[in-house]
């Protein structure tokens, strides 16, 4: 079943590899600015330099209408759309009907079609974009048709799948599985088995334990001493001897497995540990999988999208100032979030927190991502509002627990059809742009849609 779908993936993806192999002109390559984003950008950007182009990369938080409105005044003759595209093809279309245009996506795809739009969605084959394959997956599959020396870049179909959180406790499944194999065949990409601690190569270890929510350690949970306290008790040094703070990557095995004990022990753990140990993926450049996420992330959602394709690239190596900021940040919008819960309107169904311009937009997603997966939240449905200069940014996020039952890509969409706006996505994740005052109508009418039954996690009209 799954090699039939590759195989017609590969099909399709070997027709669209001809338009873009046979194009004289200019190239105008359109990707996200997620860690997804960025990754396809960068695979697209290495097959079209390898075949000799003549391309420019953008990088956009969405293809919103005055987005591409402003992308068609560039001199190309071929637009490609990497982990974005699919759910727009109208739009697109309003403004590039005289152009060439590929897409290469993940995201549910919208019913529109034009004879200029050539599209490669795992939709379309029967994956589920949302947790099978990343957009920088559908990237790769249509670029080994253009070039077989993509193969040695296959790992950033992994990093993409990392960023929009498609591994369920360390494992990969169905396509993301198969490009992993791949990645390990080529010496793309290691597996080892340990903590599975944020920051093992890049973040002090007192701070990844401080950080560490699932489980949260008592005395350690936001308490800077307490955590080197917990390393001296170990005896563990909590900081090298040149000067420099101790990171996971820095211990013994044996070490790792006397904290790993300390770990379960404080903080009681009893129930399935697969969250705490288990895979950590490790990437050529020593960097862990979710680690090179977020730094993409970090430099997409502070707009400095080309600093990550940089990083990808291989023309930068530090972003410790990006890095610093986007942390800040996010730590700055989840204080906001935890001293004004009274933002937060409890409807039948989901929780909805109003930010206004209290939270960027650009950064709306990542924060109810935060939040709708920490070890507290109790609520499966959520969404966030954030003004923005030309209307509300919606983000949404469903606990995976719902999945097949609630689809907020759908419901997204009907409500916009209705109230205005565009939005789509993903079942369990999706965003939306709407204007600035129907935001409690936008949440009447999507509570409504989302309607479930809660002690059964059945849609409550089936
Ligand atoms: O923006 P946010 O992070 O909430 O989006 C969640 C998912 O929905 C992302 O994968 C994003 O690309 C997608 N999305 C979309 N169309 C929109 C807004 C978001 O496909 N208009
Ligand atoms: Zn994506």
């Known amino acids: 079943m799954m090699n039939q779908a590759i195989e017609n993936i590969r ?27 960025i990754c396809s950008g960068t695979i697209m950007y290495k097959a079209l330099e390898t075949i000799g182009k003549d391309f420019q990369i953008d990088v956009v938080r969405q293809l919103e209408d005055n987005i591409i409105q402003e992308l068609s005044s560039k001199d190309a003759d071929l637009f490609i759309f990497t982990d974005l595209g699919s759910g727009q093809k109208e739009n697109i279309n309003k403004y590039l009907s005289d152009r060439k245009v590929v897409i290469a996506d993940h995201h ?6 034009a004879e200029n739009i050539n599209e490669l969605n795992c939709h379309d084959f029967g994956i589920d974009g949302k947790d099978e394959v990343s957009g920088a997956g559908m990237t790769y599959f249509l670029c080994r048709e253009i070039t077989p020396k ?72 936001g308490n800077e001493s307490g955590a080197i306290q917990m390393m001296n008790d170990l005896e563990i040094p909590a900081k090298k001897t040149n000067g420099d703070w101790t990171r996971l990557h820095d211990l013994s095995k044996e070490e790792e497995s ?34 090179f996420a977020t730094m993409l992330n970090a430099c997409g959602r502070l707009g400095k999208g080309k600093d990550g394709l940089d990083l990808c690239l291989g023309k930068k190596d530090n972003i410790d100032d990006t890095l610093r900021e986007y942390r800040q940040k996010i730590a700055k919008y989840l204080n906001w979030v935890s001293r004004n819960k009274e933002s937060i309107i409890h409807k039948k169904n989901g929780a909805y927190l109003v930010a206004r311009d209290k939270i960027d937009e650009n950064f709306i997603g990542t924060i109810m991502s935060i939040i ?7 609520m499966k449905i959520m969404f966030g509002f954030a003004n923005s200069d030309n209307g509300v940014k919606v983000s949404g996020r469903v606990d995976s627990s719902l999945d097949g039952i609630v689809d907020i890509d759908m419901a997204i969409r009907k409500v916009v059809e209705e109230i205005g706006g565009e939005g789509g996505g993903h079942s369990l994740a999706a965003g939306a742009k709407i204007a600035q005052g129907v935001e409690l109508e936008f949440i009447e009418k999507i509570d409504l849609l989302l309607d479930y039954d809660q002690k059964k996690n059945t849609l409550s009209n089936i």
Do not use: W
Request: glycine share 6%; charged share 30%; proline share 2%.
């Open 258 to 291: 006397r904290l790993t004990i300390e770990i379960i022990l404080r903080s009681e753990l009893v129930d399935n540990k697969d969250y705490l140990t288990g895979n950590v993926y490790v990437l050529t450049n020593d960097h862990e999988l979710r680690e």
């Open 108 to 113: 549910t795809v919208s019913e529109y079609s």
């Open 11 to 37: 099909d399709r993806a070997k027709k669209i590899a001809e338009i873009i192999k046979s194009e004289k002109g200019k190239i105008q390559v359109v990707t996200h600015h997620d860690a997804d984003g």
């Open 372 to 378: 709708s997966k920490s070890a507290d939240n109790k």
């Open 150 to 221: 993509i193969c040695e870049s296959v790992e950033f179909t992994l990093i993409g799948a990392a960023g929009d959180t498609q591994k369920k406790n360390g494992q990969f499944k169905t396509i993301n599985k198969y490009l992993f194999e791949e990645a390990d065949r080529n010496g793309r990409i290691k597996v080892i088995n340990g903590l599975r601690l944020f920051g093992r190569f890049t973040r002090p270890l007192h701070k990844s334990l401080m950080y560490l929510d699932r489980p949260k350690i008592p005395n350690v949970n």
